[in-house]
């Protein structure tokens, strides 16, 4: 099993750019969770998804982040417009129905300057 | 909502030493007791959990213990070896499928040659 897949693993973009993360969960797994980390503020859920469908987005910090998963196999995350604040490590993490823990991604390192 | 607080923020032990990393957690609903590792430039990674039906759990050189009244859980390493060194997270949940996991802040421990 290739793990939770994410990409791109490092991403630095201009202020007021459009950034777009992605994320593969592992097979079989139904729920689907976005994470940020800062030095700051440590790991901050900011989405998740049970069935392809958001249960919880109370963590998603402005209008600005969306995301999606439009299949089981697939969800993005994105940024519009980006802020030099939004620079952090986001996390994509998957879990199977049986089991309570995550699998987490290797994560994106995004820099916006 | 759950609140995670984890002690100390960094920590050093000599090389064969013990390491004991605390939590607290708030919501007395709480049931499911995950532990988290995350080396440089990894995502986090499960190495231990621990459900409310029981006291400690031990697994080779990792043990976690629990208490329910006190609302507080704790992680121990024996004869620390280098590959030790990461950050460690503490998080509570309901285990309820539909209940985010809550992350404390993180242990940075360092072992010391």
């Known amino acids: 099993d290739a793990g939770v897949i994410q990409s791109p693993r490092h991403e630095v973009t201009e202020m007021g750019q459009e950034v777009t993360l992605r994320c593969k969960p592992i097979?079989?797994?139904?729920?689907l969770f976005w994470y940020r980390q800062t030095m700051m503020r440590g790991l901050e859920l900011l989405i998740y998804?049970?069935?392809?469908?958001?249960?919880?987005d109370s963590g998603m910090p402005e209008d600005r982040f969306s995301a999606k998963m439009p299949n089981a196999s697939f969800s993005t995350l994105k940024i519009q417009p980006s802020e030099p604040r939004d620079s952090a490590v986001y996390f994509c993490?998957?879990?199977?129905?049986?089991?309570?823990?995550?699998?987490f991604g290797s994560g994106t390192r995004l820099t916006v300057v | 909502g759950e609140n995670v607080e984890q002690h100390p923020s960094t920590l050093s032990v000599q090389e064969g030493d013990s390491a004991v990393i605390k939590c607290t957690y708030s919501?007395?609903?709480?049931?499911?007791f995950p532990w988290y590792k995350q080396e440089l430039g990894k995502g986090p990674q499960l190495i231990i959990d621990?459900?409310?039906?029981?006291g400690e759990k031990k697994d080779q050189r990792i043990a976690v213990t629990l208490n329910k009244t006190a609302k507080h859980f704790s992680l121990h390493i024996t004869e620390t070896q280098p590959e030790d060194s990461a950050v460690y997270f503490c998080?509570?949940?309901?285990?309820?499928?539909?209940?985010?996991?809550?992350f404390g802040k993180g242990t940075r421990l360092h072992i010391l040659p």
């Open positions: 993490a998957s879990s199977f129905p049986e089991l309570y823990g995550y699998t």
């Open positions: 097979s079989g797994h139904d729920y």
């Open positions: 998804f049970n069935n392809n469908v958001p249960i919880d």
């Open positions: 919501d007395s609903a709480s049931n499911y």
């Open positions: 621990i459900r409310s039906n029981v």
């Open positions: 998080a509570a949940s309901k285990a309820n499928r539909d209940d985010k996991i809550i």
